[in-house]
């Protein structure tokens, strides 16, 4: 559905500057190759607010066609992430002197790697989901799942299980919300007085300062920053009171949020960064329009490295099936004429099709059987983890291709 209105402040001053065509949903793995299952494809636009300068996506898809349709992504699959997720639980408990007797919520907790970390501490624990499958394994872990979307309609479940947690976390969720109102509804009525809202999720300097449009697809319908989420947690008595910066995923910010007005002091950084935000015209049309700009011209230069490989004889393959990296294959039209395959170590989508293209996903092991001679890995955030692990590929000849934040040969 198309929408009209910003998701945050709902003015109808929409800006289109970057259009990525249409695309399936980039977690929607199928078993036949996508020339025979012609599935649908949405609109992949992106759009600025130019009331509350939130960037986002002009069309949503279906909690339902999104999550509920054997959803394929596990947040432990990376040493990388559950490091990550461990030092998370660890900075929270201590700065925030939790115990036994408080509750800890993660909206959006997959297979439950979060809280895992908080429950190993006798912290008590929820998990929230929409995706029953990946729920299940979090519930096989030990971890309390609701299995539903975190909403409006989400209320009466939580008030009568009496959740009333201490700290609610949203991981790369909050800008998967459609109904973000909504949703900040429910956390000011269920969060304690002292309680803490965190977010993390990807931060739109870094998109913009790496090029990184593979990050833009359904799911991912807000693109955050400082500015437009002030306003939207002003309207809901919720202010900011710290952030940090974090590598993961190409570049993320940890936000901060507490009731309006309540116990944490407001740290000297958020100044800092709305100035910095301003200097640096992240919320600028011009600079926006420069960014789908030189997101074409990404393009041009990918696809002439991977003619030129493949008009010289080579064998090239992708590394990853991230939902980012579907993005990347079906933008730039990179299908069977380039690649041999795609490889994976996760199980939920070997076997299976990258959306949109009729490349396989098969084990890393065929990089060396089938002997390719340059990977394209696509879930680059995490490639020095990903090169380790393929040392044996790359001391056959294998060559690594580094899509972003420039395209590099390793």
Known sequence: MQIKNCRFCDSEKLKVFLNLGKTPPADQFLKIPFSKAKSRKYPLKVVICQNCNLVQLNYTCSGEVLYQQDYPYESDITSEGRNHWKKFSEDIISRFKLNEKDLVIDIGSNVGELLKNFSTKNIKVCGIDPAENIAKKAISRGIPTIIDFFNRSIISVLKEKKIYPKII???NVFAHIDDINGSLNVIKKILKPDGIFIIEAPYLYNLISGLEYDTIYHEHLTYLSLKPLKILLKKHKLEIFDIQFKDIHGGSFRVFIQHKNANQ?????????EIKEN??????????NEFAKNVKNHRKKLIALLKDLKSSGNKIAGIGAPAKGMTLLNYCKIDKQFLEFVTEVSNLKIGRYCPGTNLKIVHDDELIRKKINYAIILPWNFKKEIMKNLLNFKKSGGKFIIPFPKIEII
């Open 169 to 171: 976390t949203g991981t």
């Open 265 to 273: 002091k407001v740290q000297k950084i958020l100044a800092q960064i």
């Open 279 to 288: 200097d640096l015209k992240i919320h600028n049309i011009e600079k926006l």
